[in-house]
């Protein structure tokens, strides 16, 4: 299987490979899915054109020149466009998209790249759900599941009938590099 995780919006560094170095979050996904047997490719809009290869990842930055945080009504088409071509080369089976309030961006996408299932996942727990729920449906409508970090962040998703709860599913938001010592080496480590 090939996953390609996809952001409409820029990261927040000016070059790519500092972003990368920086980016723990999504380098623990990818490391926890290359265990799996699944290989990922990572695509960011971006401010410049670059294709990375960072431990066994594939990154491309695509330079689109528009605007860098997209609202939901401004449309990422042209990113969109390039992304058809890519998931062909490369073979990726399933899209992981990410903030579903990038509704047109999100929808676009869907809409171009019909044949592929797009999982979208929540990091914000905004509550724009409660002023735009058309706008957020509309997005959504032709993904096939939205992943939130925890119950209760989709009820208001739901009970708008923005998303239908087959569509619901959860996921714990991040990933982390930390793992159990003997309290000896961290006492030692941490000198407490």
């Not at 990572?42 to 960072?54: K, L, N, S």
């Not at 990038?102 to 299932?117: A, I, Q």
Request: proline fraction near 7%.
């Amino acid at each position: 299987m090939h996953v390609a995780f996809v952001f409409h919006s820029y990261p927040p560094h000016p070059a790519p490979q500092p972003y990368i170095e920086a980016d723990q979050t999504t380098r623990q996904w990818c490391r926890a899915l290359q265990r799996e047997g699944i290989k990922v490719t990572v695509i960011h809009r971006f401010f410049v054109e670059d294709e990375i290869e960072f431990e066994g990842v594939d990154y491309l930055f695509l330079k689109d020149g528009k605007v860098a945080n997209p609202r939901p009504w401004q449309p990422t088409l042209r990113f969109n466009r390039r992304l058809i071509q890519i998931m062909k080369d490369r073979q990726v089976d399933v899209i992981h998209a990410h903030n579903p309030f990038n509704s047109l961006g999100l929808f676009t996408m869907s809409v171009l790249l019909k044949k592929y299932p797009i999982l979208v996942q929540d990091h914000s727990g905004v509550d724009v759900i409660r002023r735009n729920p058309w706008w957020l449906r509309m997005g959504l409508s032709r993904v096939q599941a939205v992943v939130f970090s925890a119950k209760g962040q989709e009820a208001d998703w739901v009970k708008k009938k923005v998303l239908s709860p087959e569509k619901v599913h959860f996921v714990m938001e991040n990933a982390s590099p930390f793992g159990l010592r003997p309290r000896s080496e961290a006492s030692d480590a941490t000198r407490l």
